[in-house]
């Protein structure tokens, strides 16, 4: 079964079926969910979705949709502590490439996991971390 790592923005998109999630990610994540594979969302995507929520920058019903579908056993969607793990390949993804911590977790997580990340971000797809948008 293939897993991948989902990007907050990326999650939010998917759920809420927002056409800013490029047909190649949207296709990936059909594909994942329709062979029985399971979308891994790291926890700091929760965190940061509070965050944004808190800020005004997005509505409350984008983390309600998150955690709808977190808590959902139907649904493919997994949330992925920060342990040690994500915290030890933390050390793959360069500070000096990724420089913003949330994003370099979600990165981790992606190597831990050895999943490809669905991420739109132009860093952490200009990095070693395997993407795809």
């Known amino acids: 079964m293939p897993n991948v790592v989902i990007d907050t ?31 891994h969302v790291p926890s700091i995507c929760l965190v940061e979705l509070s965050y944004l929520v808190e800020k005004g920058r997005l509505p409350a019903a984008a983390r309600d949709a998150l955690i709808q579908a977190l808590d959902d056993y139907a649904t493919p969607c997994s949330l992925v502590p920060l342990d040690r793990l994500v915290a ?27 999943a490809p990340l669905v991420s739109r971000d132009a860093r952490i797809r200009a990095s070693q971390v395997q993407t795809i948008w």
Do not use: C, K, M, Y
């Not at 079926?17 to 296709?27: C, F, M, V």
């Open 9 to 39: 923005h990326a999650i939010v998109w998917f759920l809420s079926r927002d056409p800013r999630l490029s047909t190649n990610a949207r296709d990936l994540l059909r594909s994942t969910t329709a062979a029985g594979g399971i979308i």
């Open 88 to 114: 030890d390949a933390l050390e793959r993804v360069q500070r000096r490439d990724v420089p913003d911590l949330p994003d370099r977790i979600v990165a981790a997580t992606a190597i831990a996991l050895g």
